[in-house]
């Protein structure tokens, strides 16, 4: 294990990031067709359903099993079979991209850090990553299994956290979520209604380390839960697997305490709004963004890759912020890239408010926005 850090060496930079999405695929038009029947809605509910999926502004979600299946009802036993195996070969595809594209061997990560909540598995997530990529036996390993859509967001400051104390470590930040298999045919509730028509599949995996010539640099990280919250967002376990706990409130919730974490985490750093010139925004919907956009005073522009892959794969839960992170960090090096500071959010039961400071750092420097002359 690396040694400590001096003072002078706290720094933790993404440096690469590998997504993955299973091969099926499922269109708005098709998914209102499908779930009508799944969930033998009436007329009603089912203009209801089919006016979610084209307001979406979603074009397709990926599926672990063939559209087709999402008819067939299955005891919670075979759901969580059909998840740890789906879940693990999407996190070793995942893994193995980001190793590859990093040019590192497996046994040179130090501490693999997973978040899912789609599903439950013992051993975890992490031991089946260290089994089937071959990291090292003694590699560190934390799962997180219940933060919702701010897991991916919450491992990367843990990440970020550990490389600042041993800069010379490798951290893997690995998110899947499969929450087609939470389908419950027998709850038409508005919130699983919506839930069925924006949630898709799919994994992501992050390298952090102590040093780099290009990458977006994790300046700070803020954690914040709203007050009164905890009946906003989430799963209830049932008989038959997970329920969702959605409210209507939440957009709402988030455009009220999102500016003021914000300005608070930019004070710290003497930084504004002003100061910052992109945004990694987890993309939990339609509705979600624009509130945050509102709140933020921002157009789609800045937010565009959060609508990209909302567009492209739905919400993935905790793994959509990093797929957001992956668009970034692809266009640091580019003449149109992020420049100077960004911040990244996501957000999940409790309510709880994941945010991180960033910046870029691009091998050929590029001035930034709001930068002293």
């Known amino acids: 294990m690396p040694v400590l850090a001096s003072p002078a060496s706290l720094m933790a930079f993404v440096t690469h990031v590998s997504t993955v999405v299973p091969s099926h695929s499922i269109t708005q038009v098709r998914a209102a067709t499908l779930l009508t029947r799944a969930f033998g ?24 099993l063939a559209p087709d299946m999402l ?6 036993s075979t759901t969580m079979g059909l998840y ?10 995942a893994v193995t991209g980001c190793l590859r594209a990093a040019d590192l061997p497996p046994h040179a990560i130090d501490f693999v850090i997973t978040s899912s909540c789609t599903g439950v598995m013992l051993p975890s997530l992490s031991a089946m990553i260290v089994d089937s990529v071959a990291l090292r036996s003694d590699v560190r390993r934390l799962p997180i299994t219940e933060l919702g859509c701010a897991g991916g967001a919450s491992a990367l400051a843990r990440a970020y956290e550990f490389v600042r104390g041993f800069p010379e470590a490798n951290v893997l930040v690995v998110a899947v979520e499969l929450p087609s298999l939470t389908l419950q045919h027998d709850d038409t509730s508005s919130a699983n209604l919506i839930a069925s028509a ?12 102590g040093n780099a010539d290009s990458g977006l640099e994790i300046i700070d990280t803020r954690t914040e839960m709203f007050p009164d919250s905890l009946d906003k967002m ?3 376990l049932r008989d038959r697997g997970l329920h969702v706990v959605l409210s209507p ?44 956009q509102d709140a933020l005073e921002l157009d789609e522009v800045a ?10 794969y739905g919400n993935q839960s905790s793994a959509s912020v990093l797929f957001v992170l992956a668009r970034l960090l692809e266009q640091v090096d580019g ?26 750092v691009a091998k050929h420097a590029r001035p930034a926005r709001g930068a002293p002359c």
Do not use: M
């Open 249 to 292: 409130h939440v957009p709402r919730l988030l455009a009220e305490h999102t500016p003021r974490l914000v300005e608070r985490l930019l004070h710290q750093h003497a930084l504004t709004s002003d100061n910052l010139d992109f945004y990694a925004i987890h993309p939990g919907g339609r509705r979600l963004l624009e509130a945050l």
């Open 335 to 360: 003449p149109d890239g992020p420049r100077g500071h960004g911040i990244l959010g996501a957000f999940g039961p409790g309510i709880t408010a994941e945010f991180a400071l960033l910046r870029t």
């Open 41 to 64: 809605l009436d007329r009603a509910r089912s203009d209801v359903l089919e006016e979610v999926c084209s307001n979406a502004k979603i074009a397709r979600r990926c599926t672990v």
């Open 303 to 312: 937010t565009r890759h959060s609508w990209d892959v909302l567009r492209d």
């Open 71 to 76: 008819e067939e009802r299955r005891s919670l």
């Open 198 to 209: 924006i949630f898709g599949d799919g994994a992501a995996a992050v390298l952090i380390r």
């Open 234 to 236: 989430g799963f209830d």
């Open 84 to 93: 740890r195996e789906h879940a693990a070969r999407l996190a070793a595809l």
